[in-house]
């Protein structure tokens, strides 16, 4: 029996690679007019290092790394995301000494063993992005409008931009205490998951999509009301911020996040097209990660989108590409002209197709329309001896005489 790939690891094929190529170029575009560069980091890791920031009491460490013991017998777990690793990198490579404002985009596969479903996969991609070093809530609001104007320019409507506040180590613990307080006599609504959580992490039951928990947290109390004047007022001004430049975005008192290592500003952009996967993207300030990982107290901000759902979400765009000239012959002595000519073309920066043998004109045709080339050129006995041959517009129905040259042609086709 033939061998089948990994359940929950997919291939992308020719046809869909194109729409994934679109979004890197577009990020890439997008992020380096914001002052970003790129890094690119392992895809194995120490485990430690994910336990470290991540958190222990998390879906993520707790049941979904791909973890193992290496010939080595050291540790190591295949990245399920990209801050850890970058903020890990930042570190050891001493970045912040020449500069503690680093600002860092990536894109690579990441590991989470999850039940596979639309929108969720086991190895799937993400484009992030990690900003360092600055508290002032400008760059929360950069953040937010960077990745806004991404999903503006790929001409989506959805997804919508969704914030919160989780507080700081100083409000945070007496948020979690009402929290507990509220959630105690109604315990027995909570999921498993949330009831085993409610000691190590009691936020979680308030996005917990189980009917329960969403039951037993109506009217609980909001982390918005519990802020200190701090993180209040870098709420207030990056809000304001966003006004500004005019950032559409909802506030979601009940967005938690699946990562320990949040505080204050963090954000969804979510959609209702996909389901019960409904983040798009997301991210937060992690304003302690990178001291607990041994580094300079500095602050650090950034999210990730999954490239898989950005392309569900483009689902019904055409990125098929075309060539710009299919070239049929007839005979053997026109196939060396017209090969002749196609690589001249591509050597030029024309994108040229014809066939690899001697086939019938109508053959050739078919060809020729099955990639959809924008322009075709016929060569037989008769224009060889002219000297010139007709260019057919395919779009337009037009036809006209060029000279056999790859100079006239490239101006022709790359005109139109
Ligand atoms: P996350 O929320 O775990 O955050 O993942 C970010 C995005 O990755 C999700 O919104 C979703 O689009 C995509 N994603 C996650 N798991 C899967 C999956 N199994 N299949 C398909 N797509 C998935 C992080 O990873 C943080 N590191 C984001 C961040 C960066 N925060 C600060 N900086």
Known sequence: MAITAVKGFNDILPGEVEKWQYIERTARRIFELYGLSEIRIPIL???????????????????????????????????????????????????????????LYYMGPMFRYERPQKGRYRQFHQIGVELTGVTAPTVDAQVLTMLSHFFAELGLDEPSLQINSLGCPECRPRYREALKSFLFSRLELLCEDCKRRYETNPLRALDCKSAGCIEATKGAPSMLEYLCAD?????????????????RYAINERMVRGLDYYT??????????????????????????????????????????????????????????????????????????????????????????????????????????KFNARYTL???????????????????????????????IYEQVKKG
Do not use: W
């Open 45 to 103: 890791e120490k485990t430690e290092l994910f336990c470290r920031s991540i958190g222990d009491a998390t879906d993520i460490v707790e049941k979904e790394m791909y973890s193992f013991e290496d010939k080595g017998e050291n540790k190591v777990t295949m990245r399920p995301e990209g801050t850890a690793s970058v903020m890990r990198a930042f570190i050891e490579h001493k970045l912040y000494a020449a500069d503690p404002i680093a600002r």
């Open 231 to 247: 993180c209040d007022d870098h709420f207030s001004k990056t809000k304001g911020l966003l006004d500004l430049v005019g950032t």
């Open 264 to 369: 204050r500003t963090t954000f969804e952009m979510v959609t209702t097209m996909l389901g019960a996967q409904s983040a798009v993207a997301a991210g937060g300030r992690y304003d302690g990660l990178i001291a607990e990982l041994g580094g300079p107290k500095l602050p650090g901000i950034g999210f990730a989108m999954g490239v898989e759902r950005v392309a569900l979400l483009l689902a019904e765009k055409e990125f098929a590409r075309r060539p710009d000239l299919f070239i049929a012959f007839m005979g053997e002595e026109a196939q060396g002209t017209a090969y002749k000519l196609m690589t001249d073309l591509q050597r030029k920066g024309a994108s040229v197709e014809m066939d690899y043998e001697v086939k019938s004109l109508k053959s050739q045709m078919r060809r020729s329309d």
């Open 378 to 408: 016929i060569i037989g006995g008769d224009e060889l001896a002219r000297g010139t041959a007709p260019l057919k517009n395919m779009a337009a129905g037009t036809q006209e005489e060029v000279a056999l040259s790859a100079e006239a």
